[in-house]
């Protein structure tokens, strides 16, 4: 074949595609309308197989190949494997612009777009279904899990006080489901242990929560308490899922101390306590009991993995995505709101039930979508090690940097926000702040200087300290430039501290040569102030001259989250932030005092703290008389004083998403807001400074 | 003398394509584009004294598919019953090959082809 | 393996189900996906296995269940329904196990997720109740329209 006659052929092959295309448009086109057409759809084959083969004869390798594919697929639709929709439709027509791109490629045209093509060949390949692959595949994890068919029970084993009298015994129990499996945790829960001189040695008092793994059916675990389930509480239920790589990947979310609760390693009321000072569990409970490090070690290790493994789940959106959205139900939210009101005027009540539900559910969207956001402090704060360390350095100061509350969260945005001011803060406890080592020496400090860090919530704000042990704001020089400037009338003994510290936050109240006339803040705390002030919080200042200073952020959110104890108060769950516990025990153990016309005591160490019955207080009228024996005290820790609640029972640690009530009801004053547990009912999170001033405490 | 083979096909491509090949092997090529125009083809250069000496055809076509046509082509009041039909399809279905076969077909090839082979394949059939 | 018997896959979300093996191609763990943002509630996202896109079905959502924060344990049956590559996100994957026909019993009349036409039958394992998926009935038409778009 000469030249010619190629370019003859290519000729003939163009129009002949080009009249295929045409024809495929208008097939396509109508059968958008009509996808179940099977003269439409045989067409459409045809077109795609005709193509196919002329692609084939010229040569054009690349488009037959694309057009087989798509022939493939029409071929699936034509025998009835695969029904189609309007959506297909159009994958089809786009693989006709493919089609397009290829023969203006092959006459002198850009080439094709490999990106396009393999999107939408990656769309079309679904539609290929199973194929003819005979065996399937399964995840080598997921596989060595069914294959295994190690299952998870969880398993709670409480019996009655007089069962050793039935001639049963817990511990044989527990030796039965050894033979089926091992115990992947297990804790004794001795909380029901009577006073020494109280305890009855026939008595059965612990009971048992333990996780089994076993290849064994859930039947053959029941088997085992045959003869003790009828009477006694046991439960038993699978907890496969929860299981990854033999790692329960729920470890990821709970604390350190949690686990040790769970593992029996440690008493739940140590770990409040610790829990109480703020400080690194890990290290405490070592410290302060006979925990051993290693067990510590590899609780956290298990942790660790757990988490790895978590993290695996994550998705990725893009936060712009994520603004978007927020928007939009921002909006949502108010256009809600409105219909409701709209609703209540109708007086109709199935429209303001459905209306009212259609609230709570976008509320709640939004606040789900708020935590997305919510990220923790941590990589934003340890971000200043190095900060901290190279100005140090380059100043030749000594100085150690302290970080604590860094799992404290804060929306994604306004950490952004908050990282520049941050970054000042710091940088200027480092340049003014913290004195040069042989000044410090001179006065009687130790060299080494620090700076802490600290991020905790406090009554639904973030709150983020910067504090250093240098030399303090020396009032009466920025007193008297203030004066000087002309910022104040105002003499000397009259003014507050406060309002001196104001004047630092004032723009051009310092420039570079003033500062290193001020022993203070200088550069760039107007800055400052105005970014804090656009997320809407504030700034306040205390300071020592001599002794140092901190500076304290509070930043209002919408939502908190705080870590929180679930207590029983009667019939009602309420949590208490952790924070505020500082211990609980049964009160049977201890002296309880009631004053004629005064408040309940109680007597603990020879510490003598009131007793607040919340009930009577939350208006729980139904809880009248107590039996003291079987509830708890719970020490809890406010801005200045202890004192003591009584619950009913200790449900637990967890996390609450605090609503605010403000947004619904009249604020109740003991009540911070309200968390949504995950069965839907609703505990009310305690207050307590609140509650100590309404105590009268 | 030269001889003429009949190229059947939808495809105008290919037709174009088999013609080159066969017209630069000496050979005259006459074509149609479906068993319809092709039954008409053959009556047509058959009134005019023209002998046709080999048939190639596709099986996709439409208004009269190849099978069909290979049908009416060697039926037994057909006057062209024993010009030689190759079938030159994308199909490689056994099942349509032995239905091919049982019609009478000569030989199958399969496209994309390759022109050498197509031009000894047609040697075997025209002396 | 006898005529009459097939193969399935069971798996959990509050209750238990089971696919028919030659409907699945595959089981993989939950991994990343791509995320539509105008996609309907029940599609997680688009999973990019091997030069396929295939969208994924929150499963929970589809049977209107209780939402559980996305978990790593949880994987996606990829599977052919109607025709198209479907993953469907599920809690965990339990058992593969052999069911007579004979065993199967009609669905039972008392949930209300989404009507019971979805599944087929029922059948007892290890004193649980297995609910046999019709997967080509999970999604109407329009909801097929709107997972071909994806």
């Known amino acids: ?697 | 003398m030269k001889k003429n083979i009949l190229i059947v096909d939808d495809s105008p491509t290919l037709r174009a394509s088999v013609n080159f090949v066969l017209s630069s092997g000496g050979y005259n090529v006459f074509q149609a584009d479906n068993g319809e125009t092709g039954l008409k083809k053959l009556e047509e250069m058959t009134k005019k004294g023209d002998r046709i000496n080999l048939i190639i055809s596709d099986i996709n076509m439409p208004k009269m598919n190849g099978l069909e046509f290979l049908r009416a082509v060697k039926d037994m009041k057909s006057s062209f019953k024993f010009i030689p039909v190759i079938i030159l399809t994308t199909e490689r279905e056994e099942t349509l090959k032995r239905q091919g076969r049982e019609y009478g077909a000569a030989g199958w090839m399969t496209k994309p082809f390759k022109p050498d082979l197509l031009l000894s394949v047609i040697k075997k059939f025209i002396r | 393996m006898p005529a009459d018997e097939k193969q399935y896959i069971t798996f959990k979300l509050e209750e238990d189900y089971g696919i028919e093996l030659t409907r699945i191609k595959e089981i993989i763990r939950n991994q990343e996906l791509t995320v539509i943002p105008e996609a309907p509630v029940f599609i997680l996202g688009v999973l990019s296995l091997r030069g396929i896109a295939v969208p994924v079905i929150n499963l929970r959502k589809l049977f209107q269940l209780p939402e559980r924060s996305l978990n790593a344990y949880a994987v996606i049956i990829v599977m052919e329904v109607l025709g198209r590559l479907l993953g469907m996100l599920v809690d965990g994957v339990s058992d593969m196990i052999s069911i007579k026909e004979e065993n199967i019993t009609p669905p039972p009349k008392f949930t209300d997720r989404k009507g019971t036409k979805f599944i087929k039958g029922m059948v007892e394992k290890d004193k649980k109740f297995i609910m046999l998926l019709d997967v080509n009935k999970l999604f109407s038409p329009d909801e097929i329209e709107v997972i071909d778009g994806i």
């Open chain 1, 1 to 697: 074949m000469n030249d010619n006659s190629i370019e003859k052929l290519k000729e003939i092959f163009k129009n002949e595609v080009d009249e295929l295309i045409e024809d495929a448009e208008e097939v396509l086109i109508s059968l958008e309308k009509d996808v179940g057409n099977e003269d439409l759809i045989n067409e459409i084959f045809r077109i795609f197989h005709s193509i196919k083969g002329s692609a084939g004869v010229v040569g054009f390798n690349e488009m037959a190949h694309f057009a087989h594919g798509v022939e493939n697929i029409l071929d699936r639709v034509r025998q009835g494997e695969l029904r189609i929709s309007k959506n297909f439709v159009s994958l089809v027509l786009e693989s006709i612009d493919i089609l397009k791109n290829y023969i203006e490629f092959y006459f002198g045209g850009p080439p094709v777009d490999e990106e396009k093509i393999k999107k939408i060949e990656a769309s079309l390949n679904r539609f290929k279904g199973v194929g003819e692959e005979t065996e399937f595949k399964i995840d080598e994890k997921v596989e060595r899990r069914i294959v295994k068919n190690a299952k998870y029970f969880g398993i709670h084993v409480e019996l009655k006080e007089d069962i050793f009298y039935r001639g049963q015994d817990p511990l044989l129990l527990l030796r039965e489901l050894t033979d089926l499996g091992t115990f992947d945790s297990i804790r004794a829960n001795v909380i029901r242990i009577p006073e020494l001189q109280e305890i009855n040695p026939h008595n059965n008092y612990i009971f048992y929560d333990l996780v089994l793994r076993s290849k064994h059916s859930y039947d053959e675990v029941k088997d085992v308490f045959i003869f003790v389930y009828d009477d006694n509480k046991i439960e038993i239920s699978d907890i496969s899922g929860r299981f990854v790589e033999d790692v329960d990947v729920e470890l990821a979310d709970k604390k350190l101390g949690e686990i040790l609760v769970d593992e029996g390693i440690i008493d739940e009321e140590e770990v409040e306590r610790i829990a109480a000072d703020h400080k690194k569990i890990g290290e405490e409970i070592v410290a302060k009991t006979t925990v051993k490090k290693e067990e510590v070690q590899k609780i956290l290790k298990k942790k660790q993995k757990s988490k790895k493994i978590q993290i695996a789940s994550t998705i990725r959106v893009k936060t712009d995505k994520l603004d978007k959205l927020i928007n939009l139900i921002g909006e949502m939210v108010i256009s809600v709101s409105r219909i409701s009101m709209i609703a209540q005027e109708t007086g109709n009540k199935d429209i303001i039930n459905s209306t009212a539900e259609l609230n709570r559910i976008s509320r709640d969207l939004q606040e789900q979508i708020m935590m997305v956001r919510m990220v923790p402090l941590e990589s934003t704060f340890k971000r200043f090690y190095r900060v901290v360390r190279d100005l140090a350095n380059s100043q030749k100061k000594n100085i150690e940097l302290h970080i604590s509350g860094e799992e404290t969260e804060l929306d994604k945005t306004m950490i952004e926000q908050i990282a520049d001011p941050l970054k000042h803060m710091v940088r200027n406890s480092v340049d003014h702040g913290v004195e040069l080592p042989e000044d410090r020496r001179k006065s009687g400090k130790p060299e080494k200087g620090n700076i802490w860090m600290r991020a905790y919530q406090e009554e639904g704000n973030v709150i983020i300290e910067i504090e250093d042990d240098g030399k303090g704001i020396d009032t009466d020089i920025i007193y008297h430039k203030a004066f000087s400037k002309g910022m104040t009338k105002k003499n000397r003994e009259t003014i507050t501290n406060d309002e001196i510290y104001s004047f630092m936050f004032l723009p051009g109240f310092s420039t570079a040569k003033v500062v290193t006339e001020i022993s203070g803040r200088g550069v760039g705390m107007d800055v400052v102030k105005k970014n804090i002030e656009s997320l809407k919080g504030r700034i306040e200042v205390q300071s020592s001259l001599g002794k140092g200073t901190k500076f304290k952020i509070k930043i209002p959110l919408t939502i908190a989250i705080i870590d929180g104890m679930r207590l029983r108060i009667g019939a009602r769950t309420y949590i208490v932030p952790l924070d505020a516990i500082v211990e609980s025990f049964q009160l049977s153990t201890l002296d309880l005092k009631t004053v004629k016309g005064a408040k309940d005591l109680v007597n603990l160490r020879g510490e003598v703290y009131p007793l607040v019955r919340l009930h009577k207080y939350l208006g729980d009228e139904e809880i009248t008389d107590q039996n003291f024996k079987k509830g708890i005290v719970v020490l809890v820790e406010s801005t200045f004083k202890k004192f003591c609640i009584f619950v009913d029972e200790i449900l637990g640690i967890s996390q609450a998403v605090i609503k605010n009530l403000q947004d619904n009801y009249r604020s109740i004053p003991g009540i911070i807001g309200a968390s949504l547990n995950g069965d839907g009912s609703i505990s009310l999170i305690l207050d307590i400074p609140g509650l100590e001033k309404i105590m009268e405490i």
